[in-house]
Structure formats: C-alpha cells, structure tokens
C-alpha cells in the first residue's frame, strides 16, 4: 500500500486535563471482571431532537481562566452555541472515593453559562483509586474495577448540574487500547460503563442527552485497537442500545475533502480504505438502521484536518491551512444538506489548549494558536465565523 502507516488509529488525543506522564510504564493489567446484567433504565422524558446541524467546538477551560475567559468571548463571537469540555473524573474525585473537589467545574459550568452557551461534558479519565490494581501503576485511561463506582460519579456529577448541561459525552475512543487500560478493545465491556453512568444520569437529570463515546477510525484489527464499525456492531450486539441517547462518532476527513465518499477511497489503490474520509459517519449510520436504532440521532464528537508538517504520524495526511478551512466549512454544509434530520451536533477540534506545543499533535488539528492575551487565530478561525449558521 502506498501509505505503511494507513491502519494506525487516528490519535487526536493527548489532552493534558486528567493526563499523566508520559513516562509511565505500561503494566500488566488484570482482567477484567466477568461481565454482568446490564441495569433496568430509570424512566425519562422523549428528548428533543438537534438541528441538522448545531455547532460545537471543543476548548480547554480547565486550568487557566483567564484564557478560559477569552477563549468562550471568541467561541460566542463565531455564533457557534454548544462547548465541548472534557471533565476528568480523576479531577473531581481524585483523592478517594465520595471525596470532591467542585471549584474548577462549578466554575466551567458557570462561565459557559453566563453567556447563553451549551455544555456538552465528556466524562473519563479514571481516578488511580478505582483502577484494577488500586493505582499501583497509573493509567492514562482505563476503565474502573468497580463500573458502579463511576456509575455513582455521574449521578453525582448530573445531580450537581442538573438543567444546566446539556449533553453528556461517556468516554472517548474505547476502540483503541491505550483509551482502555492497555487492555485489547472490548465493546462489552464498554456497554458495561455505558450503562453504569447512563442510569447515573438519568437517576439524576432524565432530561440529560446521554451520547456513547467518539471512536477512533482506524483500519487496525488487532489487540492494540478495533476498528469503529465492528465496535459498534458489537455494542449492539451487547445490547448497548437503550444506554444512548445518541450515537457518537469521531469524522476525520485526513488528506480527503468532505464530500469524498468511502466507496471512492476504498476504490482508491493508494488507500483500499472506507474509514479515512469524513462521510465514515455514513457507514456508522446504517449499522443504527441494521439494528432499528435509526430514531436516534447521531452526534459527531470530533471533526477535524490536521495541517501537521511536523509529527510523521499526522504529515502524511496534512492539508494546507486554507484547505482545512474550507474542508470544516464543507463539512457543515454536506451534513445540512444530506444528513438531516439523523445528524445533530457537530463539534469541530480544538479551540487550542494554551499549553500546546508544535510538537504536541492536536496543536495542528486546532484553528488557533496557542497564545494570550492576542489570539493568534488560522485561517479557520475565521471561515467558521463567518459561514452562514
């Protein structure tokens, strides 16, 4: 194949709120426990249904709000109306459990919602106390011994901010194993998780949108990570449908613009590949109407190109800074034009981490620069703003 690198999992992660360092050692971990019987569903009002589309954008408001300030004036600005903010379970109930620390959520939620904005909360990141070996070796990212344990920090979690967030993301990239534990994917035990925190929320705010976690797409088959079309085939095959309210993807467009179809790329000698164009969402949704699901909307977690000329395992599918402005607008355009009324909320990556480093991936994904107090925006930045909404 043209490309060595083309079944590497898409990985657009690396987000320091909840990280560790990079130089922990990967361990041997513990299977997991014998998988079981899914909750009963506490009951909940018919939601409402999103726009084809809404427009959300992802930022780090977590540690510096100062940044966190400017950054929201501007996301406002570009009429964009829903915020993505990652909030690490290991942030608020870190120490131990039933033990929190609500100053930096409480005041996340507060700033969002001081200016007429929505909250989409993706929850994850482990507290080391509830991992398989009691936080002996940290993990990244691992899934608890205990899924009730963070079944009880979502209801929490959704009891402290009830009406007051809008979404709920639960997880990200299970597909991939460094997401999991460093575990092989499994997407029976993430309908485990799934379930815990879904009836968490629920039990709390029944009107709380609960969206499955975005997947990696990836061509890998093997014990590091699953591609996301079998692991959603496997979610409802472990009968995960009634714990989402909507299913979550990730879109990544790579090297293709928007409008490429899978059945091109898979054509395509080059690439013999569905997963590496932007319309895999088209593929994901006929699994939901394989399996009558098709009343639920979709939800696209992260969306993005990368104009990175610097990490080889993104270089290879960069694009220019004008065209990864053009392919976001494109992007918004195809769905309102071809997937009304199954697709919803859109969330673009990233308003950038003030942290990041040329060197750190997601910095190219972003349509900013790190910097304070003078934006230093790209060409992105700006055809968001100005496309019609």
């Known amino acids: 194949m043209a490309f060595a690198i083309l079944a590497t999992p898409l990985l657009i992660g690396g987000e320091r709120q909840g990280a560790i360092s990079p130089l922990t050692p990967t361990p041997t971990v513990t299977p997991a426990a014998t998988p079981i019987p899914l909750p009963p569903i506490p009951p909940h009002p018919p939601l409402p249904k999103f726009n084809t589309p809404e427009y959300a954008i992802q930022a780090f408001l977590w540690w510096d709000f100062k940044v966190s300030v400017r950054d929201l004036d501007l996301i406002k600005d570009m009429g964009f109306k829903w915020v993505k903010q990652i909030f690490a379970w290991r942030d608020v109930e870190g120490i131990e459990k039933g033990k929190y620390d609500w100053f930096r959520p409480d005041t996340v939620v507060q700033m969002i919602e001081e200016r007429g904005l929505k909250l989409l909360a993706r929850i994850d990141h ?223 990556i990233y308003f950038a981490d003030p942290d990041w480093k040329p060197e750190n991936e997601q910095y190219w994904f972003a349509i900013n620069r790190p910097a304070f107090p003078v934006p230093d925006f790209r060409l992105a930045y700006f055809a968001l703003k100005d496309m019609e909404k």
Not at 144 to 165: L, W
Not at 192 to 220: F, H, M, N, R, W
């Open 126 to 348: 482990q507290p080391f106390w509830a991992q398989e070996d009691d936080g002996a070796v940290p993990l990244a990212s691992a899934p608890p011994k205990n899924y009730q344990d963070f079944g009880d920090f979502c209801r929490v979690f959704a009891e402290r901010y009830k009406g007051r967030i809008g979404a709920y993301q639960i997880w990200n990239e299970p597909n991939l194993s460094r997401e999991w534990g460093n575990k092989p994917p499994n997407p029976a035990e993430y309908v485990q998780l799934l379930a815990a925190c879904y009836v968490g929320i629920k039990s709390a705010d029944p009107e709380a949108i609960v969206i499955s976690a975005g997947l990696a797409p990836t061509g890998t088959d093997d014990e590091t990570a699953m591609p996301d079309d079998k692991f959603v085939r496997g979610m409802y095959e472990a009968g995960g449908a009634p714990y989402f309210d909507m299913l979550g993807v990730h879109a990544a467009g790579y090297m293709n613009p928007p409008e490429r179809s899978p059945d091109e790329t898979e054509a395509d000698p080059n690439l013999q590949a569905r997963w590496i164009t932007f319309r895999r969402v088209e593929d994901i949704r006929q699994i939901m109407v394989e399996h009558s699901d098709e009343d639920k909307q979709m939800t696209i977690l992260e969306m993005g190109w990368t104009t990175d000329t610097v990490n080889v395992s993104y270089s290879w599918h960069a694009v220019s800074e004008q065209q990864q402005a053009d392919y976001l607008v494109r992007a918004y355009q195809w769905a309102k034009e071809n997937w009304n009324p199954w697709l919803g909320l859109m969330t673009t």
